[in-house]
């Protein structure tokens, strides 16, 4: 009797996991995930495939890519035993879309282009209505086959690369008949676009696209590499001077002042770095000067000459016998290793819980990663040891409670446990939830998934941070505080109105 009781009890416990749902992300932004699914062909520990992947930490997940077929101008499988089920193929259209059961939070889209699709097929596509009814037509029959939420278009890039000027036209059109045909059956449309001011100006109606699209996914990576013939940064924060337009300040500064609404663009970052070979043994090295042979090294997993995945840089990191030396650069908000002639210049937890602040400073919509495949997804790296992760977060937080006009916001936020944050504050404790800064303490000392879990928290702290920041600002209007800066205190430059009004007044 007792034993039929157990199993009855166990068979109960079983079913009640099995139809459990989870969820994601609660900070409320988007955090979009591609997925390079040829990871999947990756030797050794880089081999990424559905399994792997931790669906918690996305809201949208995007499948890369899909192909344009030539002759019927329609979407097409690019890897047919990998995204179809037909000859024993691994089905992952129809694995990734079945992740929604469990994970009902998750959008789940198809990427059609990328790099290698080119730019010519798309320019003939969308060069006459015809042909855009052709495409259309394919890509809503795909994505009620497959079950997908939406589509996302990586068209690289239009009026570049074998595209012609008119491509920029035809693009908005391409993406206004989508969106009108899509908008019956609830299907989302968003696109990759390339971050570069020379791609931005000759590609992209910005204020149009931003009408149609839901989401601008912008590609705020491959700024520098070996192409420049000298070292630099892969995704840096800020330019080198003033007229440098490669950053992705600049580049979200840009969006806004073309009239994108700041909550349809997601800042894209790279799970990614990019090598370099100095030519000779230079001493310090200079990012935009120091000059670099024409091709850097390869990763054992992605072995692509210059491109280096996060999971085989924190391998060389945590690799004792490795002579990395460690460096950080300062105007880019960049990390670098050095191993004389060897460079790595990369993004780590605390240089995007730097872009995540700025994102959430300008309220964009989220933050997008290319890809989630070369995060530390298996957990084999050592935490970052040599950068303390939320760095700035924390300290900014300690001044904040410090200052008296905080301390008034703080209490009339109506916080019952003002003063805990306080103490948490210093003790480093910076994830909310139900309302409180709680401690969040690493469990483990190789942590997976560190640079998704650090997009996570930063934009949880960062919304908390802006929240104290804006119920401040209310405070101080209200006792009618002189608003005037004051140098004393390290708070008012960032209680000035957006930086994206000075930039009007250029
Ligand atoms: C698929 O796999 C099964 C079992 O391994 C095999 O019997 C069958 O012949 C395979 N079919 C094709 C089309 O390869
Ligand atoms: C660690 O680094 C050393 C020296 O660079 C290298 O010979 C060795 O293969 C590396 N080990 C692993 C596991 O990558
Ligand atoms: C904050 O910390 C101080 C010193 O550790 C302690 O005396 C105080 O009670 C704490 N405040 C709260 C609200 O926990």
Not at 54 to 75: K, Q
Not at 337 to 354: E, P, V
């Amino acid at each position: 009797m007792v034993k039929l009781l157990w199993i009855a009890f166990l068979i109960g416990m079983v079913s009640v996991l099995d139809g459990q749902t989870l969820g994601g992300p609660m900070h409320g932004k988007v955090v979009v995930c591609y997925i390079g699914t040829w990871a999947t062909y990756r030797p050794g520990d880089g081999q990424f495939d559905l399994e792997h992947l931790e669906p918690s930490l996305c809201t949208h997940i995007v499948y890369s890519f899909a192909g344009l077929d030539e002759t019927t101008l329609g979407i097409k499988s690019l890897d047919t035993w990998h995204d179809l089920e037909k000859n024993n193929g691994s089905s992952g259209y129809r694995g990734l879309v079945a992740l929604k059961r469990r994970y009902p939070h998750l959008k789940v889209t198809i990427a059609i282009g990328g790099w290698n699709e080119g730019s010519r097929k798309f320019s003939t596509m969308a060069e006459t209505a015809e042909n855009r009814a052709k495409f259309i037509k394919s890509v809503l029959v795909f994505l009620d086959v497959y079950k997908f939420d939406g589509l996302d278009l990586d068209w690289e890039y239009p009026a570049k690369r074998d595209g012609r000027p008119i491509d920029r036209a035809n693009f908005v059109l391409l993406v206004k008949e989508l969106k009108e045909a899509f908008e019956p059956k609830g299907y989302l449309l968003t696109a990759a676009l390339g971050a570069g001011k020379e791609t931005m100006d000759a590609a992209y109606d910005m204020h149009k696209l931003s009408r149609y699209l839901d989401f601008i996914h912008m590609m705020c990576y491959d700024y520098h590499g070996t192409w420049d013939g000298v070292v630099g940064a892969n995704a840096p924060l800020r330019g080198t001077s003033d007229d440098d337009v490669l950053s992705v300040e600049y580049t979200i500064k840009y969006l806004l002042e073309n009239g994108v609404s700041p909550y349809k663009m997601v800042l894209g970052v790279p799970l990614y770095g990019r090598t370099f070979i100095l030519n000779n043994d230079a001493q310090d090295i200079e990012f935009g000067r120091t000059p670099v042979q024409q091709t850097g090294f390869k990763g054992p997993y992605t072995r692509e000459a210059g491109f280096m995945g996060y999971n085989e840089i924190c391998m060389e990191i945590t690799n004792k016998s490795s002579k990395w030396t460690h460096h950080w650069h300062d105007q880019s908000a960049t990390p670098y290793l050095r191993d004389g002639k060897r460079i790595i210049t990369y993004d780590n937890t605390r240089s995007i819980a730097i872009k995540v602040k700025t994102a959430m400073e300008y309220n964009l919509g989220g933050i997008m990663v290319w890809s989630i495949d070369t995060d530390d997804f298996r957990g084999l790296c050592e935490k970052d040891r040599e950068t303390e992760t939320y760095h700035e977060f924390v300290q900014s937080y300690n001044r904040i409670v410090d200052d008296p006009i905080m301390k008034k916001a703080l209490k009339s936020l109506n916080l019952p446990d003002a003063g805990r944050i306080e103490n948490l504050s210093r003790q480093r404790a910076y994830v909310l939830s139900n309302n409180k800064l709680q401690l969040r303490l690493p469990t483990s000392q190789y942590p997976n998934y560190a640079l998704m879990h650090a997009i996570n928290d930063a934009t949880t702290l960062a919304l908390e941070e802006k929240r104290i920041l804006d119920e401040m600002n209310r405070v101080m209007k209200q006792n009618e505080i002189p608003d005037e800066p004051d140098s004393a205190n390290p708070f008012y430059p960032r209680l000035s109105p957006p930086r994206i009004k000075q930039m009007h007044t250029k």
